[in-house]
C-alpha cells in the first residue's frame, strides 16, 4: 500500500506519461457574498486502464471535478487534459452514468442504447449498429428486457440500461456519478460485481464518485479522498492491491481490507470530520 498525502505534488504511479491529467486545477464561482472556491489547487494523474474512485463528504467538489473531465464544466484556473489535449467541452470520448439513469421514458431500452450508437457512429450500416446494441445488452444481462421502456424497468435494470448505452460507443473514459446510490443494497452490490467484471473484461478508465468505503474499496485501484470544502484538495489517495478478478468474499477475509478501511474511515471521520453549521 502506498499513500500520498501532499495535495499540491501530481500524482504519478507509473513512469509512463498520464492518460488523463488534472493539472493544478481550481474552481472558484461568483456568488452575491464574493468569490466561493470550490476545488484549490487539484492535481491528479490517471493512468490508462485505471479505476479510480473518488470519495468525500458532501460539498468538497467531487461532481466539480468530474463534470470538468466530462466537459461540462471549465475551471477557473489549471487544466484537464485527456491524452494530452485539454478538455474543453463534452465528448463521446468520456461517457458520464449518472444515479438518476438519464433514460428517455418514451424510449424501450434497445432505443435508448440504440440513440447513443446511432448519434456517435452514423457511418455504421443498421446491421452494425443493431449488433453492437445487442452486444451490450447482453453485456449487462438485459437481452429479455430489450424492448421494456424504463417504467417497466426496477431501478437496477434501468442503471443497467445506462451504463450499457455508455459503453456502445466505446468511450475512453467511463465517468460514474454515484451510479448505485439510489439503489437497495442487494442490487447494488450485484451491479457491483457487473462492473467490476465489465472493467477487467475491457479494462476502460474508470473515474467514479461514491459515499460507500466498501465500494470504493472493491472498485478501485485507488481511492481519491478529498478535504472537506470550501477550497476543497485532494487530503490522500490509497492504493488497492487487491488482485483482479476480484472476489468479495475473499477480500473481506484479509486482514489488509480492514486495515484500508479503517484508514478511509480515519481519514473522512477523524482528520476530516464533516460537521454541519
Known amino acids: 500500500m502506498q499513500t500520498l498525502t501532499s495535495p499540491q505534488t501530481p500524482t504519478l504511479t507509473h513512469q509512463k506519461s498520464a492518460f488523463l491529467e488534472v493539472d493544478n486545477v481550481s474552481k472558484v464561482y461568483s456568488t452575491l457574498r464574493g ?44 487544466q484537464v487534459r485527456l491524452k494530452g489535449n485539454k478538455i474543453s467541452r463534452p465528448g463521446p470520448d468520456r461517457m458520464v452514468v449518472f444515479q438518476n439513469y438519464s433514460l428517455l421514458p418514451w424510449k424501450t431500452a434497445y432505443e435508448n442504447i440504440y440513440l447513443a450508437v446511432n448519434a456517435v457512429y452514423p457511418e455504421k450500416s443498421k446491421k452494425e449498429k443493431i449488433e453492437i446494441v445487442r452486444e451490450h445488452l447482453a453485456m449487462v444481462g438485459l437481452e429479455e428486457a430489450a424492448h421494456k421502456k424504463p417504467g417497466q424497468l426496477s ?109 478511509a474511515l480515519d481519514f473522512l471521520f477523524g482528520r476530516f470530520a464533516h460537521h454541519e453549521d
Open 155 to 263: 431501478g437496477g435494470m434501468k442503471q443497467r440500461v445506462s451504463i450499457a448505452r455508455a459503453l456502445s460507443i466505446y468511450p475512453e473514459i467511463l465517468i460514474l456519478d454515484e451510479p448505485f446510490g439510489a439503489l437497495d443494497a442487494i442490487t447494488r452490490e450485484e451491479l457491483q460485481d457487473e462492473l467490476v467484471k465489465i472493467w477487467e473484461e475491457h479494462r476502460i478508465t474508470v473515474m467514479m464518485i461514491t459515499h460507500d468505503i466498501d465500494e470504493a474499496l472493491f472498485l478501485a485501484d485507488r481511492i481519491v479522498m478529498m478535504t472537506n470544502g470550501p477550497a476543497a484538495k485532494i487530503g490522500e489517495i490509497m492504493e488497492v492491491n487487491f488482485p483482479h478478478p476480484r472476489n468479495r468474499t475473499q477480500m473481506m477475509e484479509d486482514p489488509e481490507y480492514y486495515t484500508l478501511r479503517n484508514q
Open 35 to 78: 468569490d466561493y472556491t470550490v476545488l484549490d489547487g487539484v492535481n491528479l494523474s490517471v493512468q490508462e486502464g485505471e479505476f479510480v474512485c473518488v470519495i468525500g463528504h458532501s460539498g468538497c467538489g467531487k461532481s466539480t471535478l468530474l463534470n470538468m473531465v466530462a466537459g461540462f464544466n471549465q475551471p477557473t484556473s489549471g
